[in-house]
């Protein structure tokens, strides 16, 4: 291995300013807002505060999914938050969600708005509303389940595993990257094999699981995420791969996955969603002056 500097921890931790990488200007040790700032309304009875990582693609996919499916509840207004300029610390976005992390969600169709955070519940939330995407069906539900709160347990070893140590701090630590590659790829065996006994995570139906697992482990084996895909060798995760291919072939998945975006090809960028015809007209290809 290599040598990397000897770091001796004094008996009590304290907050480096300076010592946060990429991320030094928003992490905190502390939570709750750092400014006023009130959230904006739209006309929709769902309000979506996100940004288009892949935590924030699961709701936008699942939203464009239910639209397709004819569920007219389930229009949204989807507002961006720019989470490298501090807007999850802003007090409103706070009140929807005090964890300050994209994606929330205000459900307004009812006489109180409902409040609800963390992907994994906003999706559970919606499959219920508009029962789609999460059978009733005991088995099928309970492997549903067990795929989608693997997601929500899993993919942190792969963002602020991985991908901080292999793509964002600001030193390379053979030890850490080790550690978080390998358990990347035994994530990815555990879907791959998974993927060889059924079509989809929770057998034949395409389900939340999908839609949360998608983002992020579809998101690697097609080379989106961290630039990783040669080093990490995710074509070896064949099923991944056909069932990662399957699901975006979805135009719900393509769509959802344009909302909220700021980084990437123009025409995949909207970086504000109020309307079904904002994908034609409001891409920021169709924004931006022709050169
Ligand atoms: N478990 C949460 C994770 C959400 C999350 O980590 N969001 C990130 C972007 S992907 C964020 O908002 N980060 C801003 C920050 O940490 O200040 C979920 O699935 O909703």
């Not at 395409?206 to 482990?217: C, G, L, R, S």
């Not at 909220?260 to 970086?271: A, F």
């Amino acid at each position: 291995m290599t040598d990397t500097p000897e770091y001796t921890p004094p008996k009590v931790w304290t907050w480096n300013k300076g010592n946060g990488g990429r991320f030094a200007n928003i992490n905190r040790p502390i939570a709750g807002p750092t400014h006023d700032k009130e959230l904006p309304v739209g006309r929709h009875p769902l309000q979506l505060y996100s940004l288009a990582t892949p935590n924030g693609q699961k709701v936008t996919i699942m939203l464009e999914e239910l639209l397709a499916l004819g569920h007219a509840g389930a229009e949204y207004d989807a507002w961006l938050i720019k989470i490298g300029e501090g807007d999850q610390f802003g007090s409103g976005f706070v009140g929807v969600n005090p964890n300050s992390k994209i994606p929330a969600l205000l459900d307004r169709s009812g006489p109180k708005p409902i409040r609800v955070f963390e992907s994994g519940a906003i999706l559970v939330h919606l499959a219920e509303k508009f029962g789609a995407f999460l059978t009733t069906e005991p088995r099928a539900r309970a492997e549903c389940f067990s795929w989608l709160f693997w997601q929500m347990g899993s993919a942190p070893y792969v963002g602020g595993g991985f991908g901080h140590f292999y793509a964002y701090a600001p030193m390379k630590f053979e030890y850490a990257i080790d550690r978080f590659s390998m358990e990347t790829k035994r994530q990815l065996d555990v879907l791959d094999r998974r993927l060889a006994e059924s079509a989809y995570l929770a057998g034949d139906e395409y389900t939340i699981a999908d839609i949360a697992v998608f983002p992020w482990y579809g998101g690697l084996v097609k080379g989106w995420l961290y630039g990783a895909a040669e080093f990490l060798q995710v074509h070896e995760y064949k099923n991944v791969m056909r069932w990662a291919d399957a699901i975006l072939e979805r135009p719900a998945v393509r769509r959802g996955r344009k909302v909220n975006r700021v980084n990437g090809e123009l025409s995949d960028q909207l970086h504000e969603r109020h309307d079904a015809s904002d994908f034609d007209t409001k891409t920021q290809d169709k924004i931006a002056p022709k050169k």
